[in-house]
């Protein structure tokens, strides 16, 4: 199986070297073929990326979506069978049309319209090492984390802000009623 993938990534690589080499006039065929080779490419970084795991994310928060529509609704015990029915069309309705073959053709546009081919096999090569492997298992909590200390930091400049609005009300004699009082 590495064998295999490798093979492919050599293959795909000469591919590229082939075409930055190549005359700048291309026929219809050359095109098709550098065109299906940077697709072949962007699909490898797909499949290295585990992109297609994104369905069944965006499957769940479909299904949280639909739970908090219903949160407010005075559904009763008697209403259980029929909610459930109308749950099971709605997941069913999600599945349908969130699939990762309707999807794929769209990721694959977006990444050959973002990066070359050549990026595209570097990037690739790099998530299916064990570093690259690692940083896709832990990106997503570091970006939370991440995003919690520049929130914070926001918060903390958010107040001196509110500080330097009060200093300027006192300074020109305006009385500091303004939004930023009540926020605290």
């Not at 299906?36 to 499957?59: C, F, G, N, R, W």
């Not at 908090?68 to 559904?75: A, S």
């Not at 990444?111 to 690259?132: D, I, K, N, P």
């Amino acid at each position: 199986m590495y064998l295999r993938r490798l093979s492919i990534l050599v293959l795909l690589c000469c591919a590229a070297s082939t075409l930055t080499h190549a005359s700048p006039r291309l026929n219809a065929q050359q095109l098709s073929a550098a065109a299906s080779s940077h697709q072949a490419a962007a699909k490898a970084l797909l499949q290295a990326t585990y992109a297609e795991d994104v369905i069944d994310q965006a499957l769940y928060q479909l299904k949280s979506s639909y739970a908090h529509m219903l949160k407010d609704m005075p559904l009763k015990r008697q209403h259980r069978e029929l909610e459930t029915a109308y749950r099971q069309r709605a997941f069913d309705l999600a599945k349908q049309q969130l699939d990762w073959a309707s999807i794929e053709p769209a990721f694959i546009e977006l990444y050959m319209q973002t990066y070359s081919e050549q990026e595209l096999l570097e990037l690739s090569a790099f998530y299916r090492t064990e570093t690259g492997k690692k940083y896709l298992k832990h990106m997503p909590a570091t970006l939370r984390q991440t995003s919690a200390i520049v929130q914070q930091q926001m918060q903390s400049i958010n107040q001196q802000f509110s500080q330097i609005v009060t200093e300027l009300a006192t300074a020109t004699g305006i009385e500091a009623t303004t939004k930023h009082q009540h926020q605290h």
